[in-house]
C-alpha cells in the first residue's frame, strides 16, 4: 500500500507503531534514544519527508482560533507522565512528503484564517524534525497561516533567529522549575529549555508557557515558585496554561510494555490546582 493513501487524520490518543518504528526499538530498550531521533535531515524540496503520526482539524487548545495540529515523531525528552511514549522515535510515525502535508493544510486555510486561527506543530517534539518542521513554518507563513510550536526547548539550539521569527507562537512546555525534578521527570537537563525561553524573550517572540501539574511529581510549592519564576522573567509572555496531570497516557505504556511509574497518581484536586493558579497570578501573569 503507498503511503500516500493512508490517512493521517485521526486521534493524538492512537496508538501507533509503524514496522520501521518497531524494528528499530526491537533491539533495544524502548527508552533509549535511537539514531533516527537524532540525524538532522537536510533542507530539500516538495519530496522531503517528515515523519508525522497524526493530525487533527479543528482543535481549540493548541493556540488560539481553529487549529490544524499535525503530530510530529521523534522526541528525546522521556516525561514519566508522557501521554504519547509512540511519538518518542521518529521512525515510528508515518512517512509523509512535505508537499503532501502542505496540500492538506491548504484545503483548510480559509477556515483557519477565518477563525484567526493557523497551523500546530506539536508532538513528540517538533524540533527533532527541525528542517521539516521550518520548510512547513515558511510555507505556511507564505499561505498568510498563523504558526504555532508546541516544544520542550530542548533542541532550542537548532533554530537560528530567522527560524524563531517565522514561529508567531511559541508554546513552551516547562516541566519543572528545579534543575534536579527536571531531570528526574525527564531524563534531561533543564537548562537548554531556559536558554530558548530567553532568545524567545530577547527577541519579543510570543510565548504561552505550559506546565503540567502532576501531584507527588511537579507540584512541591518550591518547585513551582521556581517555574512561575522563569515564566515572569520571559518578557513576551502571553499567558501561562496550567495542565492538570491525567491518566491518559497509562493504556500506551502498558501495551508498549513500559513500566508506568504514576500508575496510582489521581489528577490533581481543584484545591492543589487553586494554588498552583494563584502561585503564577502573584507575579501578574494571566493563568489558565
Not at 482560533?65 to 504519547?84: D, I, K, T
Amino acid at each position: 500500500m503507498s503511503h500516500h493513501h493512508q490517512s493521517l487524520s485521526g486521534s493524538r490518543y492512537e496508538l501507533h507503531l509503524t514496522r520501521d518504528g518497531a524494528d528499530e526499538v526491537k533491539a533495544h530498550h524502548f527508552y533509549a534514544i535511537q539514531p533516527g531521533d537524532l540525524e538532522e535531515e537536510e533542507d530539500r524540496d516538495e519530496d522531503m519527508v517528515g515523519y508525522v503520526h497524526s493530525w487533527e482539524v479543528g482543535s481549540t487548545v493548541d493556540g488560539p482560533g481553529l487549529r490544524f495540529v499535525a503530530f510530529l515523531s521523534g522526541c528525546l525528552l522521556r516525561c514519566q507522565y508522557c501521554h504519547n511514549p509512540d511519538t518518542w522515535h521518529k521512525l515510528n510515525g508515518r512517512p509523509v512528503t512535505l508537499g503532501r502535508s502542505l496540500h492538506e493544510i491548504a484545503k483548510y486555510a480559509q477556515v483557519l484564517k477565518a477563525s484567526h486561527g493557523g497551523i500546530t506543530l506539536s508532538g513528540g517534539e517538533p524540533m527533532v524534525q527541525k528542517a521539516f518542521m521550518m520548510q512547513v513554518f515558511r510555507r505556511c507563513k507564505a499561505l498568510g497561516l498563523h504558526t504555532c510550536v508546541d516544544t520542550a526547548g530542548r533542541l532550542g539550539a537548532r533554530l537560528s533567529d530567522d527560524d524563531l521569527m517565522q514561529i508567531d507562537l511559541n508554546l513552551l512546555d516547562i516541566k519543572s522549575g528545579d534543575p534536579a525534578i527536571y531531570e528526574k521527570v525527564t531524563r534531561h537537563p533543564l537548562q537548554p529549555t531556559l536558554d530558548y525561553a530567553r532568545r524567545l524573550s530577547e527577541l519579543g517572540r510570543p510565548v504561552w508557557v505550559r506546565f503540567v501539574l502532576a501531584p507527588g511529581l511537579t507540584d512541591a510549592w518550591d518547585n513551582v515558585e521556581k517555574v512561575a519564576d522563569i515564566a515572569a522573567g520571559i518578557r513576551s509572555l502571553e499567558r501561562v496554561e496550567i495542565l492538570r496531570f491525567h491518566q491518559m497516557g497509562r493504556d500506551k505504556w502498558h501495551r508498549l510494555g513500559l513500566d508506568y511509574t504514576l500508575e496510582n497518581v489521581e489528577p490533581p484536586a481543584p484545591e492543589l490546582t487553586e494554588r498552583v493558579r494563584a502561585q503564577f497570578r502573584s507575579r501578574g501573569l494571566t493563568v489558565y
